[in-house]
C-alpha cells in the first residue's frame, strides 16, 4: 500500500506548489488596459526576455514600438515573432550597442533625425555576471545596465521634451540593495578583485539614484521617470552566472524544471510591471518612485540618498562625455 501514500503526497505537495505559483509567484497581472495609440516607445534590450513582452503588449495596444538591441540577427528573429503575436506590423529595429558610448551616440543621432517625438522610453536592456570591459574599458555591468542607459536618456530628452508627456522606465532589480552595497566611488572601474554579482548589484543601485536624480531634474517638465524589480524571471540573464561551468547550472535547472517554474515568473508574467509603467493613464504624473508587481515600494535607504545621487549623476556625465554626445547628437 505504501506507493499509494507517496502517490497521494506527492500528488498532493504538486496542487500545493501549482496553487502557491498561481496566487503568488507569477506575481500580478497589468490591472488597466489603457491604449498606446500614437505613441512611440522605446525599449532597450526587447529581443528577449522581459523586454520582447514588453514590446509584445505594448504593440497590441497600439504603440509605435522601436526595438533598441545589439545584434541585427537576433532582434530580427524577434521582430518576426513581436509582430506575429501582436497582430501589429508598427515594430521596428533600431542597433544599439550599450556598451559603447559611440555605438549610443550614433543611434541618438539617427533617432533624433526621424523622431518627431518620444513617449516612453524603456530602459530594460541588463547585463548580469558577465567579465568582460566595455568597448570603452570601464567596468561591463556598470556600463551597460548603468552608463549606456544614462548617455541614451539624456540623448533622448530632447525627444521626449516633444510629446506632450513622457516616461522613462528603468528596469532595475531588488539586488539594488544586495548585502547593503553603495557606490564603489574609490574604484568606479573595478580594477580591484570583485564579485560579479556585487558588480550587478551595484549597477543596479545605480539605475535607482539615477531614476531618482533624473526625476528630480524633470520636475518643470511633463516627463516622469520611475524604477522597478520584474521579480524572479525565467529569461537568458542567468546565461554566464558560472562562466566556464555554465552547463552545470544548465542541467540542474533543465532536472529541476518543474520546481524552478514554479517559483519563478514566465519573461511574460515579468513584463507586467513595465507594462503597467508604460501605459496606466493614472501614473501621468507619478515620478521617482520604485515599483514592483504593478505595487509602489520603497527601495533601499542607500538608493535615496540624495547626496549620492547628485554625485553619481556628475561622475556619469563625466564618464560618458556628455557634454560633446549632446552637441554631436544636436549638431545635426
Ligand atoms: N530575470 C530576472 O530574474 C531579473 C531580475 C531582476 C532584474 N532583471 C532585469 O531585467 C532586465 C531584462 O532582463 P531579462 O531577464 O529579460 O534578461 P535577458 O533575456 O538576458 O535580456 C537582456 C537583454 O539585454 C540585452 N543586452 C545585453 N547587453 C547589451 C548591450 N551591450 N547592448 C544592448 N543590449 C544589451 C540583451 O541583448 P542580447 O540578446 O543581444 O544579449 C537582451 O536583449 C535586465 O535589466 C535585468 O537586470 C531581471
Ligand atoms: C576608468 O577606466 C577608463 C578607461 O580605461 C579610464 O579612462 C578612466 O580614467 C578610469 N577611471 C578611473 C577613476 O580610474
Ligand atoms: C546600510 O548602510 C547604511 C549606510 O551606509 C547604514 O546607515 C545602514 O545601517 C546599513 N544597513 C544595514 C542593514 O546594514
Ligand atoms: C505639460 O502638460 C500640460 C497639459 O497636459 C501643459 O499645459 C503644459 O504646458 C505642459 N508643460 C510642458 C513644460 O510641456
Known amino acids: 500500500m505504501t506507493w499509494l501514500w507517496w502517490i497521494f503526497i506527492v500528488s498532493i505537495i504538486t496542487l500545493i506548489l501549482y496553487i502557491s505559483n498561481i496566487y503568488y509567484w507569477s506575481g500580478t497581472r497589468c490591472p488597466s488596459f489603457d491604449r498606446m495609440d500614437g505613441k512611440t516607445v522605446i525599449i532597450t534590450g526587447s529581443n528577449s526576455g522581459v523586454g520582447k513582452y514588453t514590446a509584445i503588449e505594448l504593440a497590441k495596444r497600439g504603440a509605435h514600438i522601436i526595438l533598441a538591441c545589439r545584434d541585427r540577427k537576433r532582434t530580427e528573429e524577434a521582430l518576426k515573432e513581436i509582430c506575429k503575436l501582436s497582430g501589429s506590423n508598427n515594430v521596428e529595429i533600431e542597433i544599439v550597442d550599450l556598451a559603447s558610448l559611440k555605438s549610443i551616440e550614433e543611434c541618438a543621432k539617427r533617432l533624433c533625425g526621424r523622431l518627431s517625438k518620444l513617449d516612453v522610453l524603456i530602459n530594460n536592456a541588463g547585463v548580469m555576471m558577465a567579465s568582460e570591459k566595455s568597448v570603452d574599458g570601464y ?6 545596465n548603468h552608463l549606456g542607459h544614462f548617455l541614451l536618456t539624456n540623448l533622448l530628452l530632447d525627444l521626449m521634451k516633444k510629446a506632450p508627456s513622457a516616461r522613462i522606465i528603468n528596469v532595475s532589480s531588488v539586488n539594488h540593495a544586495f548585502l547593503n552595497i553603495t557606490i564603489n566611488w574609490d574604484d568606479i572601474n ?7 554579482i556585487n558588480a550587478y548589484s551595484h549597477s543596479k543601485l545605480a539605475n535607482i539614484l539615477f531614476t531618482n536624480e533624473l526625476a528630480r531634474r524633470l520636475q518643470d517638465t511633463n516627463i516622469t521617470a520611475n524604477s522597478l524589480h520584474p521579480g524572479v524571471v525565467r529569461t537568458e540573464v542567468i546565461r554566464n552566472i558560472l562562466g566556464h561551468y555554465q552547463i552545470i547550472l544548465n542541467t540542474i535547472l533543465l532536472l529541476i524544471t518543474p520546481l524552478w517554474c514554479c517559483f519563478t515568473k514566465s519573461p511574460e508574467q515579468g513584463a507586467q510591471t513595465s507594462i503597467y509603467l508604460a501605459s ?5 504624473h507619478v515620478t521617482g518612485k520604485y515599483f514592483k508587481e504593478c505595487k509602489e515600494y520603497s527601495s533601499s535607504k542607500t538608493s535615496l540618498d540624495q547626496q549620492a545621487a547628485k554625485r553619481l549623476w556628475k561622475l556619469s556625465e563625466e564618464m560618458t562625455h556628455l557634454d560633446d554626445a549632446l552637441k554631436y547628437v544636436r549638431n545635426n
Do not use: G, M, Q
Open 280 to 284: 496606466d493613464r493614472r501614473l501621468n
Open 139 to 144: 567596468e561591463i555591468h556598470f556600463a551597460v
Open 190 to 196: 573595478f580594477t580591484k578583485p570583485y564579485w560579479k
